[in-house]
């Protein structure tokens, strides 16, 4: 016994036994052989550890694989089914069925081919047997969802198969959980890859319109909220009939495209199932579903008219307004959102017809169709071009937009929160589109657009923004000003924008004011919100008129008698109204118009600027303007600079006129303005040294002696200075010497009676009395007159002989006695007699006996004596 202990004990033991005494060797050998037995022990217990743990893994791997499966299982479902957590439980449910029936057909899996086709003939015999048909279904499911089978190695893949599961929604319609079976294995059966492409198109189609029978009556029930007892909820069913109708739409779209083999099934789907069911649905699943239908069908002008009679796309905007309502906040990023924007863009992709439709009556208080129409819009004249013009000409888009805008302008303003509402993001959209509108018309179109609508303020803005940032545009309309009309549409913007900045009560004042806060919600640079800016590219386009027009008037019509051109840039705007709106933003005050503020010093820098170009051009037209408004400085101001360079040369007629209006303007302003007076005084100058007649006919017709007590002499004193600056005297002018002469002779006289004892004026004849200083300056300027005159006569020595006749006739008879022993006045052609030269001498002298302190008269009558002396 001892070596087998020793052979048995571990080696340290025995290397220790070799240390032990004799007397306790035996001791030693005793335990040695006790821990032996429990090492035996231990190690029947690990190799049973071992066999439990091997069991346990083979058991774990069992395991693995059916949760594999069944993941592929639900997988392959849930890609048919979608992907909500409803439709995932509804998958796993039908899985967990699905292998009860596989195992109780037994076999089937291993012998898929022969026990398929014997399961599908057995429904095919016994269509109406309910259980034939359930136990089919789940078969074919139970192997179609079956896990490890690869894409293209699909197990059941035969119209045999589809066409069974068809016949189970045909003839059980009415029975709900084999519908719901059956569905399902069509959902998973055609969202395999390669299944839609190897099936017949009539079986599909013949599926999809079954599909469609089924659901129809499904939406009362949701609507009642009713379901039957044992029976799957029928929104739950629902739901997968939507789905499978959204795997079959893709593949039969040629069939759908043909209007005469499939209105009747589009036509069903859309009056019968999305337009009933959007309004009855609360479970936004089931809402998405419809929705996601309606951008597969296809985009044909007929199918989509239908889609917008149906009322489909009125019932998508209720249910997407509902939701929004129950969950609040932003749902612009939701998946209903995006399906919804997906669907209305669908609708009305292409179809111009249906979007002016949309944006009039039919979705006008809609902001979300509405901005998706709007889009659409901007986006169809980037892929045809010509898409707006054609917009504008057969459907009247402008109208629509501009109506649209005044409802969502109401909308955003009474809205808590304008700057965040939806309406406020739709007219952002409408400015914008219809400034890409006015861009792609034609200039004609534009102008006949502002006529058709003169009382949008809208329209007025945008038309002269797009016109002032499109330079092509604005000189299409200058070049053009004689045919388009331009005038009187760009006047009466002008007008219609200043009408909208008078202070008013009632209705225009609460509308103008309105527009600025629509305006200014939008925030856009291009659209300022007060009504200047367009006022000024207005101005602007009419001084592009006018310098086209001063370019080219070289070649402009014939002027008639007057020197008026009556088809002149200046004569349209004129008449068409530009002067009012002018003298309202120069000076709102003299023209009895109250403005809500006063224009910015720019603005009337422009229209400064654009009423000088206009007098420039035509005088005409600055004597017109003056003539109506006599108290608007600046008219009277640039008129009289225009008139003093271009005299009126043309026109005898005008000229007088001027004169009579210059005349009675510098008595206005010469003590109020002296600064504008000046400036009449300096317009009479030019005319009355452009044509002589014109002073003779102001001194016959207003004669110094009619002059009022505090009438002012310039006038008079600056057409006699006229003469006395005159280079030469035409022959044609001859003539009118002895009138001129008379009339300063004339003029001599009254202005120094009353300051003469024998010329004195009789008491009470009302006579004015003139000054020295004011006699002076008159007598002065006739005798430089006349002696000038008398250097220039063209046939002397007419000057002469007139003055001494004219003379004469005013010289008092009585003292002819005292010029006896005066030598003879020179007679050269013998028509003066000695009476008369002497009574000439006579009236020069006692002239000079008034003002003997006057240096520059005195030599000037000193000259008249020599002459007239023949000295």
Known sequence: RLPRAIHGASPTASAELDLYQPGQLKGRITSAMAQSEDTAELKEQVAKLLEEREQWQQERSKLCDEIETLRSRVQKLARSAGQTDSDRADAETQTEESSAGASAVGGYQAEASSGLSAFVEQMRRNPQDVAVQLQGIEALFAQQTQAGASQSEIPVLHSSSLEVAVAVLTNHKDNWPLILKASQFLSVLLAEPAAQQQLPLALLQRSAEAVLVVAGPLVQKIAEGQGQAGTPNPVKLMNWLLSLLALLLPSLDSWLRDQSASKAFVNGLLYDLIARLLPAADSEALILKSVQLLPLLTVEAWAQKVCLESGAVHSLALARARLAAKKGGDQSETPLSKASQAAVRGVFSGNLELCAKALEDTFVSDSFVCREVLDELQGLEQQRRGTLRTLDADHGIIGKVIALWAFHQRQA??????????????????????????????????????????????????????????????????????????????????????????????????????????????????????????????????????????????????????????????????????????????????????????????????????????????????????????????????????????????????????????????????????????????????????????????????????????????????????????????????????????????????????????????????????????????????????LHLMLIDPSPPTVLHGLARSLSKHADRKSADKADDLPPLEDVDGSLDQQTSEEAVNAVMKIMQVFPSSDRLQMNCQHILTSLLGE
Request: hydrophobic share 45%; glycine share 4%; with cysteine.
């Open 413 to 786: 303003l009474e809205d808590p929160e304008p700057e965040k509402c939806s309406s406020r993001a739709l007219l952002v959209k409408a400015a914008a589109l219809l400034q890409t509108i006015l861009v792609k018309l034609p200039p004609e179109r534009l102008l006949q657009r502002l006529e058709d609508f003169p009382t949008s303020e809208l329209l007025h803005r945008s038309a002269t923004a797009v016109i002032h940032e499109t330079p092509q545009l604005r000189l299409a309309l200058a070049v053009n000003y004689a045919k388009n009309d331009v005038a009187n549409q760009i006047v009466a913007s002008m007008q219609f924008l200043l009408r909208s900045m008078e202070k008013e009560k009632g209705v225009e004042m609460a509308g103008a004011q309105a527009t600025e806060a629509a305006f200014q919600l939008l925030g856009d640079g291009r659209l300022p919100a007060e009504a200047w800016p367009y006022i000024g590219y207005c101005l602007e386009v009419c001084s592009h008129i006018l310098s086209h027009w001063s370019c080219s008037r070289i070649g402009s019509p014939v002027e008639d008698s007057n020197g008026i051109d009556p088809s002149s840039a200046p004569m349209l705007l004129t008449h068409a109204g530009i002067v009012d709106a002018l003298a309202e933003l120069l000076d709102p005050i003299a023209t009895g118009c109250e403005l809500r503020e006063q224009p910015p010093a720019s603005l009337k820098q422009t229209a400064l600027e654009a009423l000088q170009g206009l007098f420039e051009h035509d005088s005409n037209v600055a004597l017109f303007c003056m003539k109506h408004y006599e108290e608007v400085k600046p008219f009277i101001a640039v008129g009289c600079e225009c008139i003093a360079a271009n005299p009126l040369s043309n026109s005898p007629d005008s000229q007088q006129e001027a004169i009579n209006l210059l005349a009675g303007t510098f008595e206005r302003f010469v003590v109020k303005d002296e600064r504008l007076g000046r400036k009449a005084l300096k317009a009479l100058t030019m005319l009355f040294e452009s044509r002589y007649v014109l002073v003779v006919g102001f001194l016959q017709e207003h004669p110094i002696n009619s002059l009022e007590e505090l009438q002012s002499l310039d006038v008079h004193v600056e057409a006699v200075k006229a003469v006395a600056r005159a280079q030469y005297w035409s022959a044609e002018d001859a003539p009118l010497l002895p009138d001129f002469v008379a009339v300063l002779a004339e003029m001599l006289l009254d202005a120094v009676e009353g300051h003469l004892d024998v010329s004195a004026p009789p008491s009470g004849t009302g006579r004015r009395v003139f000054d020295l200083t004011e006699a002076e300056e008159v007598v002065a300027s006739c005798t430089a007159s006349m």
